[in-house]
């Protein structure tokens, strides 16, 4: 028999207005019946008069619902929350403390912190520190069964909580926020994360707890900010939800991912989301695991190799790119280069229009170095080919047309990244995505969805076979290759009925032109991509 869900109710900063939040939440239960708990985070008292608290206090008046409330967030408040380790403050209003975790007798775990961030070595009584941090992750993750939380509160919002998701609004969240609070909820993994006090709504898209690909399924996180109570522009200040404790639930439904979800924010800003040095990260946190800081650590790694122990006078040398073993077609100091293809240079990557293109715009994204893949490229080199790519995306996208971007690792020995304009007005994304999704089945070949601002250094190891499509929206789709692959699957599929409908053109060898023809397209490429050219500002 399914586990009956929990009905709660979540509130931004109360500020003293009682009577309005307690007769919303009536006219809410009148209308769709009792829940069972109200959790409010953010200022619960406000710096007007108590005469309204009074009555819920003295018992005039009474609470609907089970209220557990945070603690202070300013001096003004700190009198209301006399006993630090929580109390009741008034009928069916309780305060649940500075810290910690409270289990319901349904199993429903919330872990709760209350006041804001401070560094000062001396912590005032409406603020929590690093150490109170660190010992409530020590106090959960120290056990190897954790899998996380099932409710998070706290009243400041975790610093960089917008990375990698919808827009927060005029809140900037690299500037506002705690990172004491990322790297709680890093640690943590709350199915949800309330919090309040910058006096806006903001329900963040769901965010995924694990590396995709490298560790197993784990649950999402829905981060939701909610407004102060009775605000004026009504933003919304109160969340109903459903919850069934994460104890009870079947693994396999707990980890479901909601087509929504978008790559953890925190992993990016690793090292800041630990806090300054202030907290130790402690392993599953290593620098190692940070998804998308992982790039730029290597690249720094791969620069200190040979360095002298003494500090050298003379400034550090670029270092050369790989040299291919024998003649290479795509190396550009190559004489095999055919050169009238070449559209653009910049300091790592070239662009050269494909021969016997899909299309006239068809181009071709490729490293001046012999590197044969993009898992094999240097970190300046990765960042420059991302410049390429959202320069071509502006590009296209200011002639009506959206670009889908490919790789085969397989039977290739210079990276090729294959850049393919579609018309807007031909499909959407989803039916691009579709049309990969549908052949690979027809084909036997195993397309895996991998999050859109994932790396795909950290699913192939250098010198694997691999197939990997990029969508105009950042979506990837990957195959690892074992034995074989169609050379042409990435064409076929873009000349298909369902995309361009030139199916004529699959093979590049039969969609061959002139020398003069391609000149001629060359020049007009380039004279057209030149507003958008990156490398004529540096």
């Not at 603020?127 to 120290?142: G, I, Y």
């Not at 992982?294 to 006078?313: A, C």
């Not at 094999?376 to 420059?384: T, W, Y």
Request: glycine share 6%.
């Amino acid at each position: 028999m399914a586990q009956k869900p929990l009905r709660l109710l979540a509130c931004g900063d109360v500020e003293g207005k009682f009577d309005v939040l307690f007769n919303r939440v009536r006219a809410i239960q009148k209308k769709s019946g009792n829940f069972d708990l109200l959790l409010c985070v953010g200022n619960f008292f406000g710096t007007t008069p108590d005469a309204e608290w009074e009555e819920y206090k003295t018992g005039i008046k009474k609470a609907p619902i089970q209220t557990y409330v945070l603690g202070a967030n300013n001096q003004e408040t700190v009198k209301y929350f006399q006993d630090v380790d929580g109390c009741e403050l008034a009928e069916n209003i309780t305060y649940l403390g500075r810290k910690g975790i409270f289990t319901g007798s349904s199993g429903l775990q919330i872990v709760y912190l209350s006041g804001t961030e401070s560094l000062n070595e001396l912590v005032p009584g409406y603020s929590f520190s690093p150490k109170d941090v660190s010992s409530l992750r020590t106090m959960l993750c120290s056990t190897s069964q954790f899998k996380g939380v099932d409710i998070l509160l706290t009243s400041p919002w975790p610093k960089y909580v917008g990375n990698f998701g919808n827009s927060s609004g005029e809140v900037d969240t690299k500037k506002c926020g705690s990172a004491l609070i990322s790297s709680l909820a890093t640690g943590l993994k709350p199915r949800y994360h309330f919090a309040a006090l910058e006096k806006t709504y903001y329900e963040r898209l769901p965010y995924r707890n694990h590396i995709v690909l490298q560790e197993n399924a784990q649950h999402a996180t829905r981060f939701i900010a909610l407004a102060n109570v009775g605000n004026p522009e009504k933003k919304k200040y109160l969340y109903a939800f459903s919850i069934v404790p994460m104890k009870l639930m079947d693994a396999a439904e707990l980890v479901k991912q909601p087509p929504d979800v978008t790559e953890n924010p925190y992993r990016k800003s690793g090292k800041e989301a630990s806090v300054g040095k202030q907290i130790p990260a402690p392993e599953e946190e290593s620098a190692c695991q940070y998804f998308f800081d992982l790039n730029e650590k290597q690249g720094r790694k791969r620069s200190s190799i040979g360095r002298d122990s003494k500090s050298s006078p003379h400034p550090k040398q670029p270092r050369k790119p790989p040299q291919p073993p024998g003649p290479c077609w795509f190396c550009l100091a190559s004489p095999e280069v055919e050169k009238h293809l070449v559209v653009n240079i910049g300091t790592h990557c070239y662009l050269a229009l494909a021969k016997g293109g899909l299309s006239d715009d068809h181009v071709l994204i490729l490293p001046i170095g012999h590197y044969q893949s993009v898992v094999e490229l240097s970190a300046e080199v990765v960042e420059e080919v991302e410049k390429y790519k959202a320069t071509l995306r502006r590009f296209f996208k200011s002639r009506g047309k959206r670009c889908v971007l490919f790789e085969r690792n397989f039977k290739s020995h210079h990276l090729q990244l294959q850049v393919v304009p579609v018309p807007l007005s031909r499909c959407t994304t989803d039916d691009i995505k579709d049309a990969f999704i549908t052949q690979a089945q027809e084909q036997q070949i195993e397309l895996l969805e991998i999050p859109e601002h994932s790396n795909i250094k950290q699913i192939a190891q250098p010198g694997a076979a691999y197939f990997y499509v990029e969508l105009d929206t950042g979506e990837k789709l990957f195959h690892r290759i074992k034995k074989n692959f169609p050379l042409q699957f990435g064409r076929e599929v873009l000349a298909s009925e369902a995309i361009l409908n030139i199916p004529d053109k699959s093979d590049w060898r039969q969609c061959q032109s002139s020398k003069e023809e391609e000149e001629t397209l060359a020049r007009r490429f380039r004279k057209d991509f030149e507003p958008f050219d990156f490398t004529l500002d540096d």
